[in-house]
């Protein structure tokens, strides 16, 4: 049985914000649900969150039905943290400590430290690493085997020599951690009940220490941060990328790439620069997306083109679709397929009927467009009245001119013409030419105005 504890309780001082340190965002989620998910690719039967400083907001967050919470009122080290979550986790089984704040370690990584563990064996995460100045130094004996763990403000000049470093990732016996954790001190520089000296005690009790390491070198980094937070983006960032290039999507810069949430693509996708995708994203097969673009929770059908500066939020495209450039759809909007929304184009809870266009300058909100519309430049659908936001309904086959107004509720009826600069305020029946219309007047002995000397 496997059982893991996350510490969570930190408050990340070196971060200068209000907010709990867990929380701050690694590809637009926070840092501790990346370790959560890695956690329940391990399938474990207690997952354990021992949190401190803005437990609340950890809480609020982070609840879920296989997570539960453990307080740490006072922050005295890390083996303080894991003697709070003991009263939650059954009395068998393997104990796995992971932390909230290291959100790159992966699944294939823990696998190997949790069955070194399986047996009755202390399993400890270590690296070699050039620079280990501020990390605990593995200690071992005249065999090479691990004899304890010293903290880098404890160590010696020898000791901080060493270049194996204690991650503060390990696994051991339920059974052992409990009296383990009992014999821990807080006779060192900082006062605190270290986990990492329950690997003396582990050698003092004749237990075997394996030791394992990362498939990566970053999987172990933590964030302490802004720097470290802002690092550990780019190596987030560039492992999609990776992802996305073994799948066969064309990346102009995979540097220049940002997934925030979940992004699936079809076949032959590219994508060009500094491109957003946040939430739910899905690319059908050829999908094209030009640069600049911020795509959140949206669905694009096969063939579609989404050209340069496009913000779309909440929608779904069909195929063969073309988008922007600097077009805005907004949420609840669909659009069918071969639908054109050009420049300077927003539509807002609307759905397009296929092969509809609004190829530049308009404005459709709360709107029901049929097939083969035209919208022209400068239309707008008036849908807000002060209070209450009203429907129009654009039935197939309607050409709209330009600076046409419709003042919604309003229905234009199947085949009809709106001439340039009309004002709609009233059902247009189907076909003919809908105008509204002014008499054209010059006045030949009008004087331009001029600027007062």
Not at 12 to 41: I, N
Request: proline fraction near 4%.
């Amino acid at each position: 049985m496997l059982q893991v504890v996350v510490l969570a309780a930190g408050q990340g001082k070196r971060m200068f914000s209000d907010l709990p340190k867990v929380l701050h965002a690694l590809g637009g989620r926070p840092l501790l649900a990346h370790v959560l998910d890695v956690a329940r690719e391990l399938r474990p039967e207690r997952l354990c969150v021992v949190v401190g400083h803005g437990a609340d907001q950890v809480r609020a967050a982070l609840a879920g039905p296989d997570v539960v919470f453990a307080a740490q009122e006072r922050q005295l080290g890390t083996g303080h943290a894991v003697m709070q979550a003991l009263p939650a986790l059954a009395p068998g089984g393997t104990v796995l400590v992971l932390y909230g704040d290291v959100p790159l370690i992966s699944a294939a990584t823990l696998r190997p430290l949790v069955d070194a563990a399986l047996g009755g064996s202390a399993a400890l995460l270590t690296q070699v690493v050039d620079h280990p100045k501020g990390y605990g130094r593995i200690v071992r004996d005249e065999r090479a085997s691990v004899a304890r763990i010293v903290e880098d403000k404890d160590a010696t000049d020898a000791e901080r020599a060493i270049r194996e470093i204690n991650t503060g990732i390990m696994a051991m016996p339920r059974a052992r951690l409990e009296s383990w954790l009992a014999r821990l001190g807080n006779a060192n520089a900082q006062g605190e009940y270290y986990l990492t000296d329950v690997i003396a005690a582990a050698v003092a009790d004749g237990v075997d220490v394996e030791v394992r390491h990362p498939s990566a070198a970053h999987e172990c980094l933590g964030v302490n941060s802004k720097t470290d937070l802002a690092v550990l983006e780019r190596h987030y960032q560039m492992n999609h990328a990776a992802k996305l290039l073994e799948q066969g999507v064309t990346l102009a810069d995979p540097a220049r790439i940002d997934v925030r949430g979940e992004l699936s693509c079809g076949r032959d996708v590219s994508i060009d620069v500094n491109c957003i995708f946040e939430g739910r994203v899905r690319l059908a097969d050829g999908v094209k997306v030009g640069a600049n673009c911020i795509l959140r929770d949206v669905e694009i059908g096969a063939g579609t083109e989404v050209r340069p500066f496009t913000l779309m939020e909440e929608t779904r495209v069909g195929a063969n679709a073309r988008i922007g450039p600097y077009a805005r759809i907004r949420p609840g909007t669909r659009l069918d397929d071969e639908v054109h929304v050009g420049n300077f184009v927003e539509v807002k809870a609307s759905e397009l009927g296929r092969g509809s266009k609004a190829n530049h300058l308009a404005y459709v909100g709360d709107s029901t467009v049929g097939r083969d519309v035209n919208i022209g430049a400068g239309t707008i659908t008036c849908n807000y009245d002060g209070a209450n936001k009203h429907r129009t309904v654009i039935e197939d086959g309607v050409h709209i001119g330009s600076d046409v107004q419709l003042i919604a509720p309003v229905t234009v009826g199947a085949g009809a013409t709106i001439g340039a600069g009309a004002t709609i305020s009233k059902d247009v029946p189907p076909g003919g030419l809908t105008l509204t219309e002014k008499k054209q007047v010059t006045k030949p002995d009008w004087k331009r105005p001029t600027k007062r000397k």
